[in-house]
C-alpha cells in the first residue's frame, strides 16, 4: 500500500518529476488570505488550491463539495489532471491539505499525497522554495468523476445515527460536549446521538506532522473506534474531519466524510442533538 503521505525528502527528491503537481491548498477558519502567503513564499512550481473557490458556491453551507464539472473545471485550470502525480502541503503543517487531498481523491484523481510536515517543516530543513507570483501552469482536462463512497449526505446521516454507526468527529472535547459555543453562529451545541469525538489535534504532533502508525491506531481505539468497522468523520465543516479521514486511510482504512458535517446538522431543527 503507498501512503498518503510523502515526506519531506521524498518530494524534494521528486521535483524534477515532469508528471508531479505540488499543490498549496493553505486556508484558514479565521479568514487570513493563504493566497498571500503562497505568493510570499512556497515549495517550487506549486500551484493554489483556493479551497473557497473550489467549493460548491450555491450551497449555504461552507466549502461544500461542488459538482464534478465545476470541479473539472477549477482543477484543469490549475493545470491538473486526475493522471499526475499529486502532492498537496499547506502553512500550518497538517490542517486544510486533507481537505483538498480528499476532494482531489473523491472526484477521481487517484495519485494524491499530503505533504507530511507541510511547508514548516520544508523550510525548517532548508529545502528550496520560490517567492513573488508564480509561473501558471498550462489549463489542461481534469476528467472529474464522484465517487459516492467517499462522502455521505444529510439523509444517509440521519439514517446512520439511527443505526448506531461509527461517527467520528474531530471538534475539541468542549464544542463536541456542548461547553462551548460553535464559531459559527446560529448553531446548537452537542454532538450527533452516539457519535464518538476524536479531536484532530490529538493526532498531529506539535511539529506538524501526523501521529505514527501506532500512535494513530491508539488514539482511534481509545475514542472507541473498532477499526473493522465502517467510519465516518465529521467536524465543524468538513475540514479537520478530513485530517481523521487521512489518519484512518494510513492505516490502511477508508471512511466516509459527512459534508455538511455540524454546520448543517447543528443548524438544522429537525436533527437530534446530546451534549455531555
Known amino acids: 500500500m503507498t501512503s498518503p503521505l510523502i515526506t519531506t525528502r521524498e518530494l524534494a527528491d521528486s521535483l524534477d518529476d515532469p508528471g508531479l503537481r505540488i499543490v498549496d491548498a493553505s486556508w484558514h477558519l479565521d479568514g487570513r488570505d493563504g493566497y498571500a502567503d503562497f505568493v510570499e513564499t512556497r515549495i517550487p ?12 458556491p ?26 499526475d502525480r499529486i502532492v498537496v502541503y499547506d502553512t500550518s503543517g497538517i490542517r486544510a491539505a486533507p481537505r483538498a487531498w480528499w476532494m482531489l481523491k473523491a472526484m477521481g484523481a487517484a495519485d494524491v499525497r499530503v505533504l507530511d510536515g507541510g511547508l514548516p517543516k ?13 509561473v501558471r501552469l498550462e489549463p489542461t482536462v481534469f476528467n472529474a468523476r ?22 467520528l468527529d474531530a471538534r475539541s472535547a468542549a464544542r463536541f460536549q456542548g461547553q462551548a459555543p460553535e464559531p459559527r ?16 489535534d490529538r493526532i498531529v504532533s506539535p511539529d506538524g506532522t501526523l501521529a505514527s502508525e501506532d500512535e494513530l491506531r491508539a488514539a482511534f481505539e481509545t475514542a472507541g473506534i473498532d477499526l473493522t468497522r465502517p467510519v465516518t468523520t465529521t467536524c465543524g465543516s468538513g475540514v479537520t474531519a478530513a485530517i481523521l479521514s487521512l489518519g484512518l486511510a494510513v492505516l490502511g482504512l477508508s471512511s466516509r466524510l459527512y459534508d455538511g458535517s455540524w ?5 438544522r431543527s429537525d436533527t437530534p442533538v446530546e451534549t455531555g
Open 263 to 267: 454546520s448543517e446538522w447543528g443548524g
Open 146 to 167: 464522484l465517487d459516492g463512497d467517499a462522502v455521505i449526505s444529510l439523509d444517509q446521516m440521519k439514517a446512520l445515527v439511527e443505526t448506531g454507526g461509527q461517527v
Open 122 to 134: 520544508w523550510i525548517a530543513e532548508g529545502r528550496r522554495v520560490e517567492h513573488g507570483p508564480p
Open 58 to 83: 450555491d450551497d449555504a453551507l461552507p466549502h461544500m463539495l461542488p459538482s464534478p464539472l465545476r470541479f473539472a473545471n477549477r482543477m484543469g485550470g490549475l493545470g491538473l489532471s486526475r493522471g
Open 45 to 56: 512550481g506549486a500551484v493554489f488550491f483556493d479551497l473557497e473557490a473550489s467549493s460548491d
Open 185 to 200: 453562529a446560529g448553531l446548537r451545541s452537542g454532538h450527533m446521538p452516539g457519535a464518538l469525538n476524536l479531536p484532530f
